[in-house]
């Protein structure tokens, strides 16, 4: 059951994000999320699992518990940022 329960929430989390983040109709929440750093290291580590797995799936369901939390959390926080602090993040990435 503990699992069962588990195995929802990851799925849950999984879909919110990509509600949150790939479907969100603003470039640049999308480009503040994927520059940030934390998210960055993830996706990296996701999608070298993703392709050695001759690309089962999506790179999102090869995240660990944890990495999967911590992607949900800048999900959530990048999501509620407004279009024009997004922006002012992502050009101070650049210029760095």
């Known amino acids: 059951m503990e699992m ?4 929802n929430q990851n799925e849950r989390m ?4 990509i509600s949150m983040i790939d479907e969100n ?3 640049w929440i999308k480009a503040a999320y994927f520059s940030d750093s ?3 290291k993830i996706m990296e580590i996701l999608y070298k699992l993703w392709e ?5 799936g999506f790179p999102i369901d ?3 518990n944890e990495q999967l939390k911590a992607l949900y959390s800048k ?3 990048y999501s509620s940022m407004k279009e024009e602090e997004a922006m002012k993040t992502v050009l101070e990435r650049v210029e760095k």
Do not use: D, F, H, Q
């Open 4 to 7: 069962e329960k588990k195995y």
């Open 14 to 17: 999984k879909l919110e994000i």
């Open 25 to 27: 109709p603003s470039n």
């Open 38 to 40: 934390e998210v960055s």
């Open 52 to 56: 050695e797995n001759n690309e089962k």
């Open 62 to 64: 090869y995240a660990s």
């Open 75 to 77: 999900a959530k926080r």
